[in-house]
């Protein structure tokens, strides 16, 4: 059965939440173009004109404050979780911000896919403006999550 149901067509179309809508996330709504309907979570209200011109529905919310999430549970089929973890958070340490994500989304029908985009903190001081690294170069110590795998397939 389909996990939709039996909804009016508007809404058994697939829909993609983009959580942390900075660099690379706005890369995303860029290349969709209009394929799927977005949604895009900001934590700042002065950001939805710029999301929306950037082709998704907006949304206001904190990944710090849980209550503001309340909302997400079942609004999409697939999640790209692209925020960082909270500046200063020790390697290793239970992401507040993600556990808060997770518990929003389980609210209602859980996404079928959840991906999530780690940040290029993770090769340290090897990225600058406009290199180009893949899976091929070492990661810093000290800058990856004990027992994580870390993946990269191309960034730039």
Excluded at 6 to 22: D, Q
Excluded at 138 to 144: E, K, Q, S
């Amino acid at each position: 059965m389909n996990p939709l149901g039996a909804l009016p067509a508007r809404f058994r179309r697939g829909r993609l939440l983009v959580v942390g809508c900075g660099d690379v996330g706005l890369r995303v709504l860029r290349q969709l173009g209009g394929r799927m309907q977005v949604l895009a979570l900001t934590s700042s209200p002065s950001r939805v004109p710029e999301l929306r011109t950037a082709g998704a529905v907006p949304l206001v919310g904190d990944l710090d404050v849980p209550a503001s999430l309340r909302r997400l549970g079942g609004l999409s089929t697939r999640v790209l979780h692209l925020a960082p973890p909270p500046a200063g958070e020790a390697a290793g340490a239970r992401d507040g911000r993600t556990l808060a994500l997770a518990h929003a989304l389980r609210r209602r029908s859980p996404p079928r896919a959840l991906v999530y985009g780690s940040t290029t903190g993770v090769y340290g001081g090897f990225c600058h403006v406009g290199s180009t690294f893949g899976r091929c170069h070492r990661l810093i110590p000290g800058f990856v999550v004990p027992g994580s795998t870390p993946v990269i397939t191309h960034a730039r």
